[in-house]
């Protein structure tokens, strides 16, 4: 029997099946429906309770739409898809949407067994159960209705959940087995259909292979390792083996000495993993490409940052305990304020060794690049500004609690502030050049030889600090290239007119306007401010309107009026009748 199960746990798929992978009645694409479900319903932010409600749905909808219920509100009747009702791929899909939600609630039951561990029972019988419901549909596909494709899905699918089982049930052996029976699956699968669906095939042989690996480590094969502690330092490996990745590195694998010279002992959990986590970056750096470095340093930044906030609430508390005591102890450092400098220490080194890295990648493509500006690409702003950080991260380094009177210690932060304000001082000569600043740019150069200089002649006693550092002296051979061709482009840049006629070269400070019928090269007429016409224009003598003033009226003498006056005292009957008359007119 045993030999039949690995028979059949290594199908080989011939040209004859490629091409009949398609033929047949029934087919499922179980993979597919599998993560585009997941991805839909709350996996893709590990909410395993919502993906099983909506296989519970889904499978209430599947079982009315089959007519396929089991019985009524008062009578439960139970039935099973057999083969001999197997008329529509609806039917897999029941079994299928069965299996999954048992899987689930099996995962859900694994997040809260961390607080809770007796629920780690439960949580086996579920996964049992999604084992055994897709051992079920694997039968079900046995049926000649069900095409070759169909088939060796849910034979993967049955193998993973199989798999699964035996590694929460520490059975390495067994679970290895099961989880190279569906890498074999679907790799074959992979080979031997579209893009499309060999991508999901493949993304699935990247979930089992943590897990592979796993194992063989359990079993005894100690060359796992290397590969683990890279997934564990790339962020691979998820759901079940993240906890999986953290207890393999173990704290034996941590050598102490190596790692903490002063009197260090991390006591939480949470500084352990750290320190451990710490212990593997060290020794796979080296081995990776710059993005992988660069995700390295987040990892780690991020890491170190919680650590170092959860040592500040010790120190807290360790403080007012202090204070609650009689005798307080002034001027002592407690380990716990050496791990926190020593903290500080790792993040601020991983601060300069990140930024470094990043220096390195723009400075090679600033040198693909070269100075053109039409071409987009990094520029020598940008690199001033990472040294900038780089200073900065020193600058804290060289006042961390404990380490003011490590003259040696000292000595070497003050080594590479020089170093590094060299590179900043070169790449802000280089800013300058990009402007035509020369003479500025010439002195940055000179004050770049200065600092390479003092660090060459501090540098003696101090060799072993210089292995991480970028080396001085290709920054002075580049600087001594850097300055002739500054020298060359500044004399280019003062002889840069052309050699023209002495008859063209007349000047002539009239605008264009005045002498249409003469040439002459006038080089404001292709500038910013060409002199086409005079502006503003000249004043020019006009006619006014002549202004008359009536002078004689002031001796003009107007004539007595006193006869035309009316004189008062003459009237009566008289002078009534002489108006009537017309005698006194």
């Known amino acids: 029997m045993a030999a039949d199960k690995q028979s059949e746990a290594k199908p080989s798929l011939t040209e004859e099946n490629k091409e009949n992978l398609h033929e047949g009645g029934l087919g499922l694409e179980i993979l597919q429906i599998i993560k585009e479900s997941q991805q839909q319903h709350g996996l ?24 396929f219920k089991m019985g009524n509100r008062h009578k439960f009747v139970g039935k099973k898809v057999t083969v001999e009702i197997l008329s529509d791929s609806r039917y897999l899909l029941l079994v299928l949407m069965e299996a999954e939600r048992a899987w689930s609630y099996a995962m859900q039951l694994k997040q809260e067994a961390n607080t809770e561990p007796r629920k780690k029972f439960h949580l086996l019988a579920r996964l049992r159960k999604a084992a055994k419901h897709s051992e079920k549909l694997e039968k079900l596909c046995e049926s000649p209705r069900v095409d070759a494709k169909t088939k060796l899905e849910a034979q993967a699918y049955t193998a993973y959940l199989n798999g699964m089982v035996h590694f929460e049930l520490q059975e390495w052996k067994l679970a290895m087995e099961a989880f190279n029976k569906c890498k074999t699956i679907y790799e074959k699968l992979a080979s031997a259909f579209t893009e499309e669906l060999a991508v999901l095939y493949r993304q699935r042989v990247d979930e089992i292979s943590p897990n592979i690996r796993y194992c063989a480590y359990n079993i005894g094969d100690q060359n796992a390792i290397n590969d683990l ?13 993240a906890e999986k990745l953290e207890v393999i590195t173990d704290e034996k694998r941590l050598n102490r000495r190596t790692i903490l010279t002063l009197r260090l002992k991390p006591e939480t959990p ?104 039409n071409k987009r690409g990094p520029r020598p702003q940008d690199l001033i500004r990472l040294y900038d950080i780089i200073l900065q991260s020193l600058a804290e380094l060289s006042t961390l609690q404990g380490l003011e009177d490590d003259h040696t210690f000292q000595k070497e932060v003050s080594l590479k502030t020089l170093v590094y304000k060299a590179y900043r001082c070169f790449f802000i000569a280089q800013s300058y050049v990009l402007v035509k600043k020369w003479s500025e740019a010439l002195v940055l150069y000179e004050r770049v030889l200065k600092y390479a200089k003092e660090v060459q002649s501090k540098a003696k006693n101090l060799n072993n600090s210089l292995k991480d550092l970028p080396d001085v002296q290709e920054l002075i051979a580049e600087v001594n290239a850097e300055k002739y061709s500054l020298q060359a482009a500044a004399i280019l840049d003062t002889d840069e007119t052309p050699e023209v006629n002495s008859q063209q070269q007349v000047k002539d400070n009239r605008p264009l306007c005045e002498h249409l019928d003469n040439f002459h090269l006038d080089k404001t007429l292709v500038g910013k401010h060409p002199s086409l016409v005079q502006f503003p224009p000249e004043f020019q003598p006009i006619p ?12 003009v003498a107007f004539p007595p009026l006193d006869d035309k006056v009316e004189q008062k005292g003459k009237g009566g009957l008289t002078g009534y009748i002489k108006g009537i008359f017309g005698f006194g007119s």
Do not use: W
């Open 44 to 67: 893709r932010h590990g909410d395993y309770q919502r993906y099983r409600g909506y296989c519970s749905r889904r499978l209430r909808r599947l079982r009315k739409t089959l007519g």
């Open 229 to 241: 502690m890279q997934m564990r330092l790339t962020g691979g490996g998820g759901g079940m083996m």
């Open 270 to 373: 949470q500084q352990r993993s750290f320190f451990i986590y710490l212990y593997i970056n060290v020794f796979s750096v080296q081995a990776v490409n710059e993005e992988t470095k660069e995700h390295l340093y987040e990892t780690l930044l991020a890491e170190c940052r919680d650590t170092i906030q959860a040592v500040r609430e010790e120190l807290k508390s360790e403080a007012k305990q202090r204070e609650r005591s009689s005798d307080n102890e002034s001027g002592k450092i407690s380990n716990l304020q050496f791990l926190h400098s020593y903290l500080t220490y790792i993040k601020l080194c991983t601060l300069v060794k990140r930024n470094e890295s990043m220096a390195h990648t723009l400075q090679a493509k600033l040198k693909e690049t070269g100075a053109d500006e």
């Open 544 to 555: 006014c309107k002549p202004l008359f003033f009536d002078l004689a009226l002031n001796h």
